[in-house]
């Protein structure tokens, strides 16, 4: 199993063979081992991934609600989330060294 850089939420089931960075998994979602996840997706609350056969989630994807309906995310917000992430890490580094 390798896993990359990501965000697991309480109560996620994750039994993929691979998973790629800045992934967030939320809360009590559940991918089957037939899941591979590449970099960048978001798999919402409570939604269950259980494809009939081997798949990859390709990038940027968005799996959300009871039908674990999906979508991918546009250019314009693929750069707006690493824009959003660059300033979160920046902020970050700079109020974690006030409190502690």
């Known amino acids: 199993m390798r896993i990359g850089g990501s965000l697991f939420e309480t109560g ?3 039994e993929c063979p691979s998973i790629g960075d800045f ?5 009590r979602a559940w991918l089957h081992n037939t899941v591979g996840m590449t970099n960048h997706c978001v798999v919402g609350a ?8 081997d798949e990859t989630l390709d990038e940027y994807t968005c799996i959300h609600g009871p039908a674990a309906d999906r979508r991918t ?12 992430r660059t300033r979160h890490a920046e902020y ?4 974690l060294p006030k409190f502690n």
Not at 23 to 27: D, Q, V
Not at 73 to 84: C, L, N, P, T
């Open 92 to 95: 970050l580094r700079e109020m």
């Open 23 to 27: 992934n967030t998994i939320s809360t």
């Open 12 to 14: 996620c089931r994750m």
């Open 46 to 53: 409570q939604c269950l991934v259980v494809p009939a056969e």
């Open 73 to 84: 995310w546009s250019k314009g917000r693929q750069v707006q989330e690493a824009d959003s």
